[in-house]
T-cell receptor
Framework: AQTVTQSQPEMSVQEAETVTLSCTYD???????LFWYKQPPSRQMILVIR??????QNATENRFSVNFQKAAKSFSLKISDSQLGDAAMYFC????????????FGGGTRLMVKP | DTEVTQTPKHLVMGMTNKKSLKCEQH?????MYWYKQKAKKPPELMFV???????INESVPSRFSPECPNSSLLNLHLHALQPEDSALYLC??????????????FGEGSWLTVV
């Protein structure tokens, strides 16, 4: 079974600064997808970014980018120019390419943004 | 703006009540999901419907009864719940249930309190 670990329960960042959230996962599969979801106080889970394991290029979405290290099974999220609206719980998630569309979530990292 | 709509946003029910949570999506997705989320925890998968058929039931107690009347609608019928069932219930959908590109999109959730 796959496991996803987020080792930082809480992080804080100054507005306009850069922060990196860590995620590691354990799998024996070679084909899979990785996601970062954001859950603000409104509680809706919002997709931030997605990475296909077969792609070597790191995904980027505006201020959000990932550092995907397949051999190390690491998938960190970098948020540049942090904004107050970035404050939220961030969940890293894994999905196998074969075993249906089931997400395995990490425990989450609460990000606080200081003005 | 979410394209997965859940109603009601908040629900308080007694342990002898029967109530339902409703979820609707108009993205043409053929897979729909129910997740349960306790405070400060990641979402836990409850049910998966694929092409209106129940494909995954994660050993959920029978007091939770899902229903998928058509490809756009997903209900969760609640009966004889316990206080420990109080949680955020998230509905989600994806284009399909397998293969690449089937990113899961979440609704805003329904807060359930059992008294």
């Amino acid at each position: 079974a796959q496991t996803v670990t987020q080792s930082q329960p809480e992080m804080s960042v100054q507005e306009a600064e850069t922060v990196t959230l860590s995620c590691t996962y354990d799998t024996s599969e070679s084909d899979y997808y990785l996601f970062w979801y954001k859950q603000p106080p409104s509680r809706q889970m919002i997709l931030v970014i997605r990475q296909e394991a077969y792609k070597q290029q790191n995904a980027t979405e505006n201020r959000f980018s990932v550092n995907f290290q397949k051999a190390a099974k690491s998938f960190s999220l970098k948020i540049s120019d942090s904004q107050l609206g970035d404050a939220a719980m961030y969940f890293c998630a894994y999905r196998s390419a074969d075993a249906g569309n089931m997400l395995t979530f990490g425990g989450g990292t609460r990000l606080m943004v200081k003005p | 703006d979410t394209e997965v709509t859940q109603t009601p946003k908040h629900l308080v029910m007694g342990m002898t009540n029967k109530k339902s949570l409703k979820c609707e999506q108009h993205m043409g997705h053929r897979a729909m999901y129910w997740y349960k989320q306790k405070a400060k925890k990641p979402p836990e998968l409850m049910f998966v419907y694929s092409y209106e058929k129940l494909s995954i039931n994660e050993s959920v107690p029978s007091r939770f009864s899902p229903e998928c009347p058509n490809s756009s609608l997903l209900n969760l019928h609640l009966h004889a719940l316990q206080p420990e069932d109080s949680a955020l219930y998230l509905c989600a959908s994806s284009r399909g249930s397998q293969g690449p590109g089937n990113t899961i999109y979440f609704g805003e959730g329904s807060w359930l309190t059992v008294v």
